[in-house]
Structures are given as C-alpha cells and as structure tokens.
C-alpha cells in the first residue's frame, strides 16, 4: 500500500438522498471510473470556493439533475483508499425537484438500509453511514432519582415510546434508595423499551453487569479513561456504544473506543447546568464537525430545537425533560 504521507487527500461532498419513506438512493460507479461497478452515495470533489452544500448541490444537478431544495450537513469521515485518502462530508437530503437519473449513465437504486441490500458490493466508504441511518433522532436520559418517582416517569416514559422514541439511556447518578431498588428501576425501564421495540443502553456509572441485558453501554467523559482499549472491540454483537463529549480533548479520546455515537454538550442553556452557558451552535458545530461519527446535541433540546440542531450537523438530539 502507498504510504498514507504520499497519498492524495480529496475533499468530497456525498448526499444521502433520503425519500420520506426512509428509502435512500444508491448510484452504481460508471465503467470509465475507478471501482466502477461499486455502488456509492451520489456526490463529488468540493471545489475551491465552495462550501459543502453548494459543492453538493452541484454535483446532484449534475449526476442525477435534481435541484436540491432541502439538504443538511451530517457526518464528515475520512477513509483511506489504496491510492488517495478521501473526506467525506456526509449530507442528507431531504427535498429536491425533479426525477434522480444517471447523467452519467450510471444505475440507481433506491434501498431500504436498515434491511439487507439487493445491490452491490458497496464502496467501503459508503458502509458507515448506511449503519449510522439506523440511529433514531431522538436519545432521552432518565432522570428518576429515587424509588417514589418511579411510576411518574414510567407515565412520562409509555408516552414518549407511544409517540416513537427508540433510544433511551439509563442513567441515575444521584438514586437516592437501595441499589436493588435501582436494579429494580433499571429492569422496569428495560422492560417496558423493549415492549415497544426500543432500545435501552445503560450508563458507565453504574454496575458493569447491567451490559449483559442492556442493548449497549453509554460511556460519560470522566469514565473514557478507563475504557481506552477499544472497548467496541469487546462489546457483545449487536450492542451499542456511546459516548459523552464536552470538547475537543474528549472528541479525541471518545474516537479512540469507536463508539457508534457521541453525545456533545451542553448546547444551550438548561436547569442541569445553572451556572454554565451553553457552548452555542457555532462551537457545537465545528465539533461535530471533528466527530467522525453520528453526534446528538444536548443541553436545551426539544422538538423545536430539533431542526436547528440538524442543521448545524447534529444526527439528532438528546435530553432529560423535553424528549420524553
């Protein structure tokens, strides 16, 4: 393999092209191309002087002659090839005019990505992002504290999966009764998300057994120390693996466990953090920027912010209140 130092470094904008069914458009590599036959994500070399959705829009007007009319910055992830290293900015795209066709006499194929694909091989490249699709947008934190406010958030809980929340984390720093009465609480709240088809994670704060019934572990800033031997490495298949990042330092130690998420915060101002402003969006953004991975935005997140939040890359948001 050519060394990486000598290696060629190319700067691409790539679309997922979603359609409000959740199918994605596919496009085949044209047989004048390198990895022709390969399938990828529509898109292409970010010119000088232009941002990465103006060089996105471009180059779909270009392939599939579509106009963008909606699109969002998501995922940026470098790959290294045999011959180049390539960084991807990864945007989904959720409005456009006009029919997707290959320009360039290309096939295409619109794919369920959480469903096995009838088409391929895929770019190495494009693998990634078609796992992180499977994320839902929406990460709520439990907050019950004590045995007495259990049923109250177990309402609050059947509301929010009635209403399509998928990902929840278990996470009671401050309990206040028995450690049976927590294991109690934690086996309740894991019960009643897989009753209706979510997914629980439990925190790095409490019992490192809790894994074994949880579907995956979400690792706080402090505890990333203790689990830098690549702790994706060991987890049991089909678990994920989260993180909690508050800067750059912790972006940097967060990537080394290959989590599958990252939850960056706090954004705005919240109760949880009285005395702290919020890092704002600018700063929120050029740090997920840096991710490498899917990052939730926390800290003053609701339904309203959603929107915001995606559009300064976040996959989605998190929080303790207004999620659920």
Known sequence: MTSSVNKPFI???AGLILRPDGQLLLAQRPADKPWSGWWELPGGKIEAGETVLQALSRELKEELDIDVTHATPWVTYTHEYEVNIVRLAFCRVTGWTGEPKGIEGQELAWVDPSAPLSIGPLLPATEPPL?????????LLTSINSAQNLPAFMSRLDHALANGLKL???REPSWQDSPAQLEQAFKQV?????ASGARCLVNSCHPAAWLAVADGLHVRAGDMVNHQTDEQLNMPAGKLLGVSVHN?????VARTLKPDFAVLGHVLDT?????QAGMGWSAFAALAEQASMPVFAIGGQSSSTQHIAQQHGAHGIAGIRQIC
């Open 248 to 252: 750059a330092t912790d972006l940097a």
């Open 190 to 194: 894991l019960e009643r998300c897989h």
């Open 131 to 139: 796992r992180w699709l499977q994320l839902p947008d929406r990460y």
């Open 168 to 170: 929840v984390q278990f």
């Open 271 to 275: 109760p949880t953090h009285p005395n």
């Open 11 to 13: 700067h691409v904008a």
